[in-house]
């Protein structure tokens, strides 16, 4: 299998990203649907009493040692480990590669699909009756980020705060760690490719900026891109296929006896070709 260019990747990956982006931006949704979705996920989790983000979220707030180093992990590691482990999988990994980015891609897009259909109001940003805490307000002057999710100070207006459902920061953690359990080489690796997207799921949710089935949404998605990326794969690759098909001169066609294809030149008939064709 040939191997991947490193530029043609790059900017695959920076089409779909931004792609993403923009219409993650652009399918923020009304306030009031997203503030009545996000209500009636945290209904069916008490229900079930499954509302673990209450808990957690309450320790993230109380305890400073928790809730900081969590508010740069929300900030920070959804947007460094997902590229370093591209890259090393890319480098490392080659044969593999291809069907993992594709894996990828296809579930952020499917991501997309669930923002659009449900724009959701994450924990933090409903009524304070409801017992959540923004952490990621609470404890700004920590970081780079303002109080509107993990924007910089500043630019919040650039980002969609009611994109909850499904989590993708937990969708892509899960990704690395199946990656890194699966082709990394040591002990070390395997670990935190367990421990990574567990983690996650707890700072998503200790930080008030997801619901527990927000994340499980996030695994669900993963699941099906999963699913997809195979027949993804082999119709890019029949459409490569015919992209790189040489043309056929005659189009199949068959000349008959003594014609000539326009532009071909004559060969000269030589004494021993007459004595043949004599025979």
């Not at 779909?16 to 923009?22: D, F, K, P, R």
Request: aromatic fraction near 8%; hydrophobic fraction near 45%.
């Amino acid at each position: 299998m040939r191997r991947p260019r490193w530029w043609a990747e790059l900017s695959l990956i920076a089409v779909v990203y931004a792609a993403y982006s923009g219409g993650r931006l652009l399918v923020k949704g009304d306030e009031a649907s997203a503030v009545e979705h996000g209500l009636a996920i945290l209904r069916v989790e008490e229900g079930l009493g499954i509302d673990a983000e209450h808990p957690l979220n309450r320790l993230f707030t109380s305890v400073p040692a928790l809730g900081i180093p969590a508010d740069f992990a929300y900030a920070s590691l959804h947007y460094l480990v997902t590229p370093a482990v591209l890259v090393w999988l890319f480098r490392r990994r080659p044969a593999p590669y291809r069907a993992a980015r594709t894996w990828l891609m296809l579930s952020t897009l499917l991501g997309l699909v669930g923002f659009t259909l449900l724009p959701t109001c994450p924990p933090r940003l409903l009524d304070a009756a409801h017992g959540f805490t923004d952490t990621m307000a609470r404890f700004a002057s920590y970081g780079w980020w303002g109080g509107e999710a993990s924007a910089p100070r500043g630019l919040g207006g650039l980002t969609n705060q009611y994109a909850a459902m499904p989590s993708l920061h937990v969708g892509w953690a899960l990704w690395c760690g199946v990656m890194l359990c699966r082709y990394g080489r040591t002990p070390l690796t395997k670990a935190l490719g367990v421990l990574y997207p567990l983690v996650t799921a707890l700072v998503v949710m200790g930080t008030a900026n997801h619901y527990l089935l927000d994340a499980v949404a996030g695994v669900a998605v993963m699941g099906a891109g999963l699913l997809l990326a195979p027949y993804a794969l082999r119709l890019a690759d029949r459409i490569r296929g015919r992209a790189e098909a040489p043309p056929v001169v005659s189009g199949g066609c068959e000349t008959s006896t003594g014609e000539r294809i326009p532009g071909q030149r004559s060969v000269r008939t030589t004494a021993d070709d007459k004595q043949a064709s004599a025979r």
